[in-house]
């Protein structure tokens, strides 16, 4: 799913909203949620999941190509738990995974 097609999907379930205005609210609340994570406090959406900004701290690793050392740097990663709510409707639906997501 696009962000095209979330902004249908919201143009589509309310009466007398534009698709403009769909699209412009759509961004309005990805901008909140990317401000709210820049600042360091989590998004959590009662019934999706929680999103929460996680410091990983600088670690040895290898380039796997070439096989040599390499220093990996500390950065900050954002993660998803989940809710409880979304993992039994996914686990509910029976749906298998697709052949090009598997690893």
Not at 12 to 36: H, Q, V
Not at 63 to 89: C, D, E, M, Q, W
Not at 90 to 101: E, R, W, Y
Request: hydrophobic share 45%; net charge positive; proline share 6%.
């Amino acid at each position: 799913m696009t962000r095209d097609d979330l902004a249908h999907a919201i143009y589509a379930r309310i009466p007398g909203l534009s698709r403009a205005d769909a699209k412009a609210l759509l961004d309005c609340a990805l901008e909140e949620m990317l401000s709210a994570l820049t600042s360091g406090e989590d998004v959590k959406l009662r019934g999706f999941g929680t999103f929460r900004i996680r410091s990983k701290n600088a670690r040895p690793g290898r380039n796997p190509k070439t096989g040599a050392a390499a220093l990996i740097s500390s950065r900050r990663v954002v993660v998803f738990k989940a809710a409880p709510h979304l993992k039994s409707a996914v686990a509910a639906s029976g749906a298998s995974p697709a052949a090009d997501d598997s690893p």
